[in-house]
């Protein structure tokens, strides 16, 4: 899908969703966190749907159009319904939570594994076969993290400009395997010279590095790079393509389902 396929239609009938939220007191965390679902076209309890996490939540409703972009590709037969689940970024520890060497990595880990994804799928008639997991910049880090420490629970991921720094690219290259992983990976060719916490990185380099060494250890990678910066622009533009590649994935193992 090109991004001029994937303009985005405001027509109500694509912008009328239904969101429900709920605030979640995590013991790992020990604070709260607003959770929000939101339930497909014609949701039916009965039925079991693939889900998508989003770290930084509530920006991929309001920024990236996440919920409009998927009932309009819903609407015009190119996926199947899916709830999409928001986890709430705690804007001031960001980078403690979803680094990698984040001072609340691992607490952050434990909350989404314990915490969220058994709330979540206690409530809503989830395909656990058919879990993924969405990230922004650090949001990326987070969702690889969450798949190296539990990978028969996290295994699927849409990456975009996945900030990953000199500590998680050796992190990443001490897992002797990533033969679990599909992921798709998105990142803007103008995202060289991007100043972080951690310096000015060239996050296009590190991508295409990170890219390398998941595909040499067995991981099956969607990869793009295309013009675009570090904005929620540009990841809006190509979350259609991402959630295309989420339906190729969902129908190859509804079709050819593992032994």
């Avoid at 009932?71 to 705690?90: M, T």
């Avoid at 060497?101 to 880990?109: H, I, V």
């Avoid at 590190?206 to 099956?220: C, K, Q």
Wanted: charged letters at 20%.
């Amino acid at each position: 899908m090109t991004s001029q396929e994937s303009h985005l239609n405001l027509d109500p009938q694509y912008t009328r969703r239904v969101m429900e939220a709920h605030t979640y007191y995590s013991t790992h965390l020990q604070e709260e966190r607003t959770i929000k679902v939101c339930l497909p076209p014609n949701f039916d309890p009965l039925r079991r749907y693939p889900v998508v996490y989003c770290h930084d939540g509530n920006e991929f409703f309001t920024h990236g159009r996440i919920a409009t972009i998927a009932n309009q590709l819903v609407a015009e037969g190119k996926i199947s319904p899916l709830l999409i689940v928001g986890i709430a970024v705690n804007l001031p520890r960001r980078t403690d939570d979803y680094a990698s060497d984040g001072a609340r990595s691992g607490a952050y880990q434990s909350f989404v594994l314990e915490e969220c994804l058994p709330f979540v799928e206690t409530r809503y008639p989830v395909d656990v076969r058919q879990r993924f997991m969405a990230g922004v910049s650090l949001g990326g880090v987070a969702s690889l993290l969450l798949a190296m420490r539990a990978p028969d629970v996290v295994n699927k991921l849409l990456l975009f400009s996945g900030a990953y720094y000199e500590h998680m690219q050796h992190k990443a290259a001490a897992q002797a395997s990533f033969d679990f992983l599909q992921a798709y990976m998105m990142v803007g060719t103008k995202e060289t010279a991007l100043k972080t916490s951690h310096g000015t990185q060239n996050l296009l380099a590190l991508n295409r590095s990170m890219r390398d060494l998941l595909v040499t250890r067995g991981a099956r990678v969607a990869y793009r790079e295309e013009e675009g910066d570090h904005v929620w622009g540009f990841w809006q533009t190509w979350l259609p393509d991402a959630l295309m590649w989420l339906q190729t994935v969902v129908h190859s193992e509804t079709v050819h389902p593992e032994e």
